[in-house]
């Protein structure tokens, strides 16, 4: 590290820095490439969520470019990328400086900024963003209220124009518009090399100290001939678990009616999904709503008879009451066979007690 970039991150921070920030600045890493990407972060006001999103012709783009942190903030960074300004980044901010604050300190610290595109924010929405003179063009970035957009090695200038455009134009929550984001620039030529990956990250506003419940979606498209068009289905995919998951939660505090609900918005989103209509009848099944829980499980039977084998041995489990008389009527349903196999050989190796004789 130069000197003037020690003294900078000294001063930054007012002798508040964390060791692992005072003592290290970006770097380039040998024989790194260029990430040509373009991306956003960007925070909800209404939510406080914090979020980036990237597409770039480079694998697995979402290891490398964005970082995010609940109550804290969230980085892109890119072109010559620098994976350290994400985790340096966030512990800056963590340590109560702003983005603009951190990022500055940062690039003072980089031996190479002319060929960084970095952007951040904060979790009051502060936002800073720096495109060095040597990112290949076309490179740039815009900002505005509460997020940043930049690209470089685009096909026009017009990219990040547009996914500003998009951003401030689109209603839904923080993950449906910052892909409408990117889908503008794609719209606009996108990367001049085409595209490989894509990655979406949001955090939730406030910090639960329990990181896995903070992440509402982590979603990475390594290698894929479409990558937005898939990270579109993995979103859907990952909101009807979302869903599924606030049933199971209803269901712990025995609201049933709510669990029900939010289990038919989940089929409803991926109603092809033989998973979530299975776990929802079983769960249901287990507290006695079958007129609810048996049409669900006749139609994951009919996606494959893996689940009615799979219900002979949720009893051994603890996952079903231990009741023949209610098992038997779950496997009675269409479909079942494979299931009443199942619990008469369960039986035969005595796991289970005997299936009732038709």
């Keep these: 590290m130069r000197a003037s970039a020690a003294c900078a991150l000294a001063m930054l921070a007012c002798g508040a ?17 260029p990430v040509a990407t373009y991306s ?5 006001p209404a939510t406080g969520e914090l979020g980036v999103a990237v597409q770039s012709h480079w694998f697995g ?7 995010a942190e609940a109550g804290i903030g969230a980085v892109a960074t890119q072109s010559f990328v620098d994976p350290s300004y994400g985790p340096l980044g966030l512990e800056l901010m963590r340590a109560g400086r702003t983005a603009p604050e951190a990022l500055a300190g940062l690039i003072e610290a980089d031996p190479h900024p002319d060929v960084r595109q970095v952007a951040m924010i904060d979790a009051d929405g502060r936002v800073a963003v720096h495109t060095g003179e040597k ?20 096909a026009s200038a017009t990219v990040w124009p547009a996914m500003a455009a998009a951003f401030e134009g689109t209603e839904g929550d923080l993950a449906q518009r910052m892909l409408a984001a990117l889908d503008a620039a794609q719209a606009e030529g996108g990367d001049v090399r085409g ?3 894509a990655a979406l990250l949001v955090v939730s506003g406030t910090s639960t100290g329990r990181p896995w419940v903070d992440r509402l979606y982590d979603l990475r498209i390594e290698d894929h001939p479409e990558p937005l068009a898939e990270l579109r289905r ?9 869903e599924m998951n606030a049933g199971d939660e209803a269901m712990t505090v025995n609201d049933v009616d709510a669990a029900v609900a939010r ?14 209509v299975y776990w929802a009848g079983i769960t249901l099944a287990s507290v006695g709503r079958l007129d609810d829980a048996l049409p669900r499980l006749e139609r994951a039977y009919a996606a494959d008879p893996g689940w009615a084998v799979l219900t002979a041995r949720l009893p051994e489990a603890g996952l079903l009451p231990d009741d023949p008389a209610l098992l038997s009527r779950l496997l ?16 035969a190796e005595g796991m289970a007690p005997a299936p009732p004789v038709p």
């Design 135 to 154: 990112a290949i063009i076309a490179a740039g970035h815009q900002m505005g209220e509460g997020y940043s957009v930049q690209a470089n090695m685009m």
């Design 40 to 44: 956003i972060v960007a925070r909800d």
């Design 234 to 242: 993995l979103l859907l995919l990952a909101r009807a678990y979302r």
């Design 17 to 33: 820095v964390p060791p692992a920030a005072a003592q290290q600045a970006p770097r380039t890493e040998p024989g790194l490439r």
């Design 195 to 197: 595209r490989q990956s």
């Design 263 to 276: 289990y038919d918005a989940a089929t409803t989103l991926v109603p092809e999904n033989a998973e979530m």
């Design 61 to 67: 783009v979402g290891a490398i470019v964005p970082f």
């Design 332 to 347: 009675a349903v269409p479909g079942g066979e494979p299931g009443i196999e199942e619990w008469r050989r369960l039986a």
